[in-house]
């Protein structure tokens, strides 16, 4: 029930939530999140009883409560409770609603007929002489989804996570019926990512692709079978999705940007500016997630986010590991590689876009999901936190600062 609960908010919040001149067609039910809670809990292990979840769950608590209280010190507090409201309570959701394989792969396709209503009714309806869309389908010329994930570049994010499970799904079926009849919804949605016209777009669905390759053939194979899928998409993914460098007015713009942040981030490095007072100081998102996470919720927020996200990394990381040794998880190979090609391409898109809204905390829930599953099968993957993973953390919080700091300065 909980897992079905969960599908029916996720089309709530990413389809039904269409705006038109501002308002929501549908809102997105409270009650629904709600009961969706309620029996996640009931049939779910309790956090405790798996490494590593609890200390999770504390950093997630940490971050929000962290970014609220930054928000609320800095006077935006009325839409900073509604986000760090929703983000933590979709995170807790997608952990807990999940609790066998079937209703995992139940919850993966479902990510694909939600994202065939975008991408039909996108293409369906553009013009393309204008490049309007209509039912403000589009920002400019990019097709967007007007709606929780109100920009182009997170519009093709969702597209991707579809294509990369319809990608799994053609690999690892043994029926030839079922891999063809695959390849016209991935054609579908691979074309609505072109209209979104998102650099980020293109470049995670091929690291996606790659990824996904690389753990199921090896290196070897990877190179023989991604050259022509690269070539493919590249030839048909023409125009600015292919000019990806620095040199473009779009790019300058975003480093500029992310330099006048870090200006910013020295005058309040603890607290930081709140929710959303990143653009509103300087008129533009900084196409950046690590950048606003860290200007918006300061230095303690930053690690607090860059803490869910190491547990989770880690649990993968182990369970990838132990897929190979283990067959008893053979079960979970392509649920793994979906996870995998995802992830990556979130990482990609948090370089090169602010994504920090419902999905990447939906996703966080599903990575969690997953390891619970696993553990299940095998305690060996089972992971803790101690004094090295803390010092691994900050590590890696501020090496992810330094390197932008470099990027900046080499190409400003």
């Known amino acids: 029930m ?29 009650v629904v999140a709600l009961l969706a809670l309620f029996f996640a809990f009931l049939s779910s292990e309790r956090p405790r009883d798996i490494p590593g979840i609890n200390v999770q769950i504390f950093f997630a ?18 839409r900073a409770l ?117 650099r980020a777009g293109l470049l995670e669905m091929l690291v996606s692709i790659i990824v996904i390759l690389y753990l199921k053939f090896g290196i070897k194979k990877t190179m023989l079978y991604a050259s022509p899928i690269m070539i493919a998409v590249l030839s048909v993914f023409a125009g600015r999705m292919m000019e990806i460098n620095t040199d473009d007015s779009s790019a300058q713009n975003r480093m500029v940007f992310w330099s006048r942040a870090f200006e910013y981030l020295w005058d309040q490095p603890i607290l930081g500016l709140g929710y959303t007072g990143l653009a509103n100081t300087l008129g533009m998102q900084g196409h950046n997630t690590f950048v606003e996470i860290y200007t918006e919720s300061g230095l303690p927020g930053y690690v607090f986010f860059m803490g869910m996200y190491y547990i989770a990394a880690k649990g993968l990381f182990s369970t990838l590991g132990e897929l190979k040794k283990n067959e008893q998880l053979a079960e979970l190979a392509p649920i793994l590689y979906i996870i995998s090609g995802v992830t990556a391409a979130i990482l990609v898109g948090a370089w090169f876009n602010t994504i920090y809204h419902e999905l990447i905390y939906i996703w966080l829930g599903i990575w969690t999901a997953v390891y619970r599953l696993a553990y299940k099968i095998t305690p060996n993957v089972g992971i803790e936190f101690g004094k090295q993973d803390f010092i691994r953390l900050i590590m890696v919080s501020m090496g992810v600062m330094v390197l932008i700091r470099v990027f900046i300065h080499f190409y400003i």
């Open 82 to 198: 509604e986000y760090t409201s929703k983000g933590f309570l979709l995170y807790i959701i997608a952990s807990f609603a999940i609790v066998n394989v079937k209703q995992f792969k139940i919850v993966m396709l479902a990510f694909v007929p939600m994202a065939l209503v975008i991408a039909v009714n996108g293409i369906l309806t553009i013009d393309y002489d204008s490049g309007f869309v209509p039912l403000e389908l589009s920002w400019g010329y990019r097709l967007n989804w007007i709606n929780t994930y109100d920009d182009s570049n997170s519009t093709a994010m969702f597209l991707n996570i579809a294509i990369t499970v319809l990608f799994v799904h053609i690999l690892e079926s043994k029926a030839m019926v079922s891999r063809l009849i695959s390849i016209v919804p991935m054609i579908i949605l691979g074309y609505a990512v072109k209209l979104t016209d998102s």
């Open 2 to 30: 909980a897992y079905l609960l969960f599908i029916l908010y996720l089309f709530l919040n990413v389809v039904a939530a269409h705006r038109w001149d501002g308002d929501p067609v549908i809102s997105p039910d409270p």
């Open 61 to 78: 608590i940490l971050f929000f409560g962290w970014f609220y209280m930054s928000s609320v010190v800095n006077e935006s507090s009325v």
